[in-house]
């Protein structure tokens, strides 16, 4: 069992779990030889460099849901799965995952990940299904869970409306964001405020209703700002079986899974590069449909 | 009693505040506008009780299910707790091939449906539970027009169970023995008063309040 913040409701906590060094607020004249950085984006950034032939092996995606079912034939092998749940003080523990999935939606999620992006090491974080009334407290656990290891893509197919919750997960996925995790987040389906996905240090997903699972569109009118395919979708579900679903649940990890062909493709992108990437292959901006 | 205090009271107890029959017939009404829009077989709706972590069947529309009204399941349970806990709608098709959820469904209701769609009933941060509609006719692909429609129609529903869930509490409150419950007698006791009696009682609460304030 892994003590995963008992405190987790604390924003200074950050600081301390992840012992950031201080961070540079100048550059000195003589400094700025010293930090040349090697652009990695060609001059024409079309999809066919973005991620033709890419397969996402070597990059670690995490569906933070309701579990994955092991062994199913459209997920195949987990590289790993923990569940996150409250201990008798109620603060947060991860254990190692033995029951899979609750409902059927995070084996959902990872299938979709799984067939765009076939060699990607696909991890499990449960968050839900052991109840209700810990299930703020536990997201959260389990997003700091992911990003602290160090996972490339988190896949956030879910929200809270919260507003207590709201300012530790901007929190979480500002030190994602810098720490080169890509959070990519569902955006609501519903007329109503709810968090990560409005923040912009995430990929925040909607729906369109094309079929093409490699279609997306950049949104000129955020706090949306990609769609991608979410109506009608078979997708796996408990079972061994699959479903036919709709929602941005499921659009959401095939950006989860087209980020993972990037990076797969060009590894160390920094997410502020990716989501150029992406907009710059999307679409509706120059991508080849 | 006089007929000013018998209005108070009414007033008190079943009109102003919202009567437990009011709350039934607005969830019945829910399900049936909800089970019209999409032409659905059937729809219910789950009510989350925090204080038990369960969802309570609150009501259905369709034909054979009125007996489920009641029952409790644990708040995590199938679809609907996934609804509930990540206040995301989902829509299903082929949910008979969940062997868990059929299962569930099936020992339940005897009815299994092939398709559903479930959405959480949220007003602002609070989610009050989850609506859901059951097969709909699979006339052509599920569109965003449908799925926009069902949020609209979840958010609207929400905020009258939220209206008449607040005046149902304040209704508890005012029929117990609690503060808010004397301050309601002593209303309905100079509600019941007449002419220079009651002038003199609203002087004296006007007093009373300005002591108090004092």
Redesign the interface.
Same mark, same amino acid.
């Given at each position: 069992m892994i003590d995963v913040l008992a405190h987790s409701a604390a924003p200074e906590d950050d600081e301390e779990e992840y012992e950031e060094e201080l961070p540079a607020w100048s550059l000195p004249k003589t400094a700025a030889d010293r930090i040349g950085i090697d652009n990695p984006l060609p001059e024409r950034v079309d999809k066919k460099w973005a991620l033709g032939g890419a397969t996402g092996k070597g990059v670690k995606v995490c569906i933070l849901d309701s579990g994955v079912e092991f062994g199913h034939p459209l997920v195949g092998e987990l590289a790993g799965a923990v569940a996150i749940t409250l201990d008798e003080e109620g603060d947060p523990v991860a254990e190692e995952d033995t029951e899979g999935d609750l409902c059927g939606h995070g084996t959902a999620c990872a299938g979709v990940v799984r067939a765009i992006a076939p060699e990607a090491e696909i991890y499990s974080v449960r968050v839900l299904g052991a109840g209700f009334s810990g299930s703020g407290p536990v997201l959260l656990a389990g997003l700091r869970w992911a990003v602290s290891q160090g996972y490339d893509v988190v896949n956030m197919s879910l929200s809270t409306t919260k507003r207590q919750f709201g300012e530790v997960l901007h929190e979480l996925a500002d030190n994602a964001y810098f720490r080169g995790t890509m959070l990519v987040a569902s955006a609501h389906n519903m007329p109503v405020e709810s968090y990560p996905w409005r923040f912009s240090s995430v990929l925040s997903v909607g729906s369109h209703e094309e079929d093409d699972p490699l279609l997306y569109y950049a949104n000129p009118d955020p706090p949306v700002e990609f769609f991608a395919r979410g109506v009608d979708v078979e997708v796996a579900w408990i079972g061994g079986e699959t479903i036919t679903a709709t929602g941005n649940s499921f659009a959401t990890p095939c950006i989860s899974a087209i980020t993972a062909l990037v990076l797969s493709k060009h590894p160390g992108l920094t997410p502020f590069q990716v989501k150029t990437v992406l907009y710059l292959t999307s679409a509706n901006v120059g991508g080849s449909r | 009693m006089t007929d000013g205090a018998g209005r108070f009271e009414s007033a008190v107890a079943a009109g102003v505040l919202a009567s437990e029959e009011q709350f039934a017939r607005l969830l019945r009404s829910i399900v049936e506008v909800a089970r019209a829009i999409f032409g659905a077989k059937a729809s219910s709706v789950f009510l989350?009780d925090?204080e038990a &972590?369960e969802l309570v069947f609150a009501a259905v529309a369709g034909d054979e299910e009125q007996h489920l009204v009641g029952r409790r399941m644990?708040? *995590?349970t199938?679809?609907a707790?996934?609804v509930? /806990? /990540?206040?995301?709608?989902? @829509?299903? &098709? &082929? @949910?008979q091939? &969940?062997?868990?959820?059929a299962r569930d469904v099936a020992e339940s209701t005897g009815y299994v449906p092939k398709g559903m769609m479930a959405?959480?009933l949220?007003d602002? +941060? +609070? @989610?009050l539970g989850v609506l859901q509609v059951l097969d709909r006719p699979q006339r052509s692909?599920? /569109?965003?027009q449908e799925?926009?429609l069902l949020?609209?129609f979840? *958010?609207q529903a929400a905020i009258a169970l939220s209206l008449l869930g607040s005046a149902r509490r304040a209704r508890k409150a005012l029929e117990g023995a609690g503060d808010a419950a004397v301050v309601a007698k002593l209303a309905a006791a100079v509600e019941s008063l007449e002419g220079d009696k009651r002038e003199s009682a609203a002087t004296l609460i006007s007093d009373l309040a300005r002591v108090l304030r004092s």
């Open positions: - | 989350f925090a &972590d644990p708040s *995590s199938g679809i707790g996934w509930l /806990s /990540s206040r995301t709608p989902l @829509v299903l &098709d &082929d @949910v091939k &969940d062997p868990r959820h959405v959480p949220l602002e +941060e +609070e @989610v692909r599920f /569109s965003l799925m926009e949020g609209l979840a *958010s």
